[in-house]
């Protein structure tokens, strides 16, 4: 394994926090939506201060809209 599979097997850059986060848990997010929980909710699920629950949720469309589109492409999910 060289550095660049590394550096993939890492995932997201978690510089870009939200966008790494709501994109390494994207299915979760998604899960989480159809099961009626708010934006608040999940932002404090993920680690987030509550009052950012906006930025998920924009964030979360973005990201939605780029992996539909195929410009962007979730990471491999990892075991839990």
């Given amino acids: ?5 590394r550096l ?4 997201p850059d978690p510089r870009f ?3 790494s986060r709501v994109l390494a848990r994207y299915e979760d997010v998604r899960t989480a939506r159809t099961l009626l929980r ?3 909710d999940i ?3 993920l680690g987030l ?26 990471p491999k999910a990892k075991q839990r």
């Fill in 49 to 74: 201060p509550r009052e950012r629950w906006r930025d998920v949720s924009a964030c979360f469309r973005r990201v939605e809209k780029a992996v539909e589109s195929g410009k962007l492409r979730l």
């Fill in 38 to 40: 708010t934006w608040a």
């Fill in 43 to 45: 932002t404090v699920a």
């Fill in 17 to 19: 926090t939200i966008k």
């Fill in 8 to 11: 993939i097997e890492s995932g």
């Fill in 1 to 5: 394994m060289d550095e660049l599979d």
